[in-house]
């Protein structure tokens, strides 16, 4: 790959963060240590989350929460089609069920509307929604939550997308209308970690639950124990757990970057608003994903809305198009009805709204190292391969 080629997005990574592995490396600690608990400490703060608890990566944070919550054989989570694997998937490790929720065909989010429609569909076992904040946009939480406890659901926001963004005046991840949130730090999300996670919560009861579940199931606090309290060794298993934890190799590369959010969430609002003015001059051929109101966004993907049809040119033409122009693309994402093991175990779905974004959807490059002038080379390249 040319040294000039845009991928749709990658870490960025500073001296400061080596410096931060090094430090990690040459300490006593390399698996779960005090950079996890500094880590876990600085989240809270940059979420205005009481608790936060980091894991292994995204998908052990959605499978922690909802197990942390109960969820269980009998159950059916309520999950937006448009969204990566692992948001269903978590429901399933738990032993429960899902029912795919539509989505607005402007915006790929779930709203208040399409969640009663689920609902009715998902009948009295509906146990759990996860609205996912698709591309660092945010769902309107209070108009969820509201649905929601109406009809006795546990909320868990998928954010993964979303660290740095804030809706209504409150960071995403602070859970005000949520039971837990979750967050990944994957390469290509706002911060990197390689991989990691973590579960932001309000109940304390709930964040005691993850922290024995994401190491075994095992207590070593002696004021939980059945016994051997004065015994120094002495731990219990009291629920089955895995070993989902986060190393301080990991936590110490994202708390590195942590102290960077802001920097950043300017970068990627910078080159949103650069893709936006570009692209002003392809409509309506080519737009920008609708934006949610109330909302100041860290946007973790530039996705854009073709009307490929229009344009005479497909969708796999296009990608493979930019890609020879050194460009790389993404479509977030395949509606998760039509994976093979759904659509064996659920039968075959169409969901209008899911499926009009899907069509139209394309995710441009967008990264916080990205060059400022990227977003003209892009749009340039689409003018030319669509004629427009």
Known sequence: MSDNFLPYGRQSIAEDDIEAVVDVLKSDWLTTGPAVSDFETAFRSATAA????????????????????????GDVCIVPAIT?????????????????????ADTG???????????????DRAAAVLPVHLAGQAVDMAAISSIARTAQLRVVEDACHALGTVHAGLPVG??????????????????????????????????????????????????????????????EMQSLGWNYRL?????????????????????????????????????????????????????HLYP?????????????????????????TQVHYIPLYKQPFYRQRYGQTALDGAERYYVRTLSLPLYAGLDADAPDRVVNALSEVLGL
């Not at 989010?109 to 009948?123: I, S």
């Open 109 to 123: 989010l779930m709203t208040q509307a399409h969640l009663e429609e689920a609902l009715g569909r998902a009948g």
């Open 247 to 299: 190393t301080d190799i990991q936590a110490a590369l994202a708390r590195s970057q942590l102290k960077r959010l802001d920097q950043f969430k300017r970068a990627r609002q910078a080159l949103a608003q650069r893709y936006d003015e570009a692209l002003a001059e392809l409509a309506p051929h080519i737009l920008p994903i609708q934006r949610t109101p109330d909302t100041a966004s860290c946007l």
């Open 304 to 328: 854009v809305r073709i009307d490929f049809e229009a344009v005479g040119v497909t969708r796999a033409e296009l990608m493979n198009a930019l890609r020879q122009r050194g460009i790389g």
């Open 174 to 235: 602070a859970c005000h209308h949520s039971d837990a949130a979750t967050f990944s730090f994957h390469p290509v999300k706002t911060i990197a970690a390689g991989e990691g996670g973590m579960v932001t919560t309000r109940d304390a009861v709930l964040a005691e639950r993850i922290a024995r579940l994401r190491s075994h199931g095992m207590e070593r606090s002696p004021e939980h124990l059945e016994r051997g309290a004065d015994q120094p060794w002495w731990y």
């Open 84 to 104: 990566f694997l692992a948001t269903a998937n978590a429901a399933l490790f738990c032993g429960a069920e899902v029912v795919f929720c539509d989505v607005d």
């Open 50 to 73: 009481p608790h936060a608890l980091a894991c292994s990566n995204g998908t052990t944070a959605l499978h922690l929460a909802l197990a942390g919550l109960g969820i269980g054989e």
